[in-house]
């Protein structure tokens, strides 16, 4: 089965730290999708990045930037320079093939989506 | 604009009362989901659905069901709730399917007493 983990439940730093918000997936796919959701305390989600498994490559954007690596299944988030608007719980999900199709070497539509559990990110002024 | 809308956004019920929470986008998405948030847990995929009369079930269907007889609409159908049913519930859309960015309602609190 398909699984996400955030294994830190919660982050305190002060404003202008850096920080990275880690994310550890796993999946048989070959061929999946991985997310970043931002919760700000009024409860919306946004939507932050996605990124497919085919594209390693890592992104910045701003004060965000990504970390994908395939070879330890993770996709960290580094916020540069955090603010106190930053302040979120943050998720990472991971989008899966439907049951039966996870090995198909084409690529498939996604069905499920699997959320981590969250980091509770606090930026202190 | 386009958005996901949910309603209501709040509800407080009793245990085997049946409920109905509406999700309506109005983006011509073909894709579909219902989550459940709990704390620790993050979200969990309740149903999710193709399309018109394409529906499955997600991670945690047990006491819900779904339908799409719309494309816009996906309500989601509590036919006896219980108290471990109490959440936040949110309505998603996307494009296409689950590989695409979802575009969330702002979300429902239930609480089943």
């Known amino acids: 089965a398909q699984k996400v983990t955030q294994a830190q439940t919660e982050i305190s730093v002060v404003e202008k730290e850096d920080v990275t918000l880690d994310c550890v997936y796993e999946?048989?796919?070959?061929?999946?999708?991985l997310f970043w959701y931002k919760q700000p305390p009024s409860g919306e989600l946004v939507f932050l990045i996605r990124r497919n498994s085919f594209d390693e490559q890592n992104e910045i954007s701003g004060r965000y930037s990504w970390n994908f690596q395939k070879s330890t299944s993770s996709f960290n988030f580094t916020i540069t320079a955090s603010q106190v608007v930053d302040s979120a719980v943050y998720f990472c999900a991971l989008s899966e093939a439907p049951p039966g199709e996870e090995e198909l070497p084409q690529e498939t539509s996604g069905s499920r989506l699997t959320f981590g559990e969250g980091t509770q990110l606090t930026v202190n002024p | 604009e386009a958005q996901v809308t949910q309603n209501p956004r709040y509800l407080i019920t009793v245990t085997g009362k049946k409920l109905t929470v509406t999700c309506s986008q109005n983006?011509?998405?073909?894709?579909m989901s219902w989550y459940r948030q709990d704390p620790g847990l993050g979200l969990r995929q309740i149903y999710y659905?193709?399309?018109?009369?394409?529906?499955d079930k997600g991670d945690v269907p047990e006491g819900y069901k779904v339908s799409r007889k719309e494309k816009r609409n996906f309500p989601l159908i509590l036919e006896s709730p219980s108290p471990n049913q109490t959440s936040l519930y949110f309505c998603?859309?996307?494009?296409?399917?689950?590989?695409?960015?979802?575009?969330f309602g702002p979300g429902t609190r239930l609480t089943v007493t």
């Open positions: 998603a859309s996307s494009v296409h399917d689950s590989r695409y960015e979802q575009y």
């Open positions: 999946t048989r796919d070959t061929t999946y999708y």
């Open positions: 659905s193709m399309n018109v009369e394409v529906t």
């Open positions: 983006m011509n998405h073909e894709y």
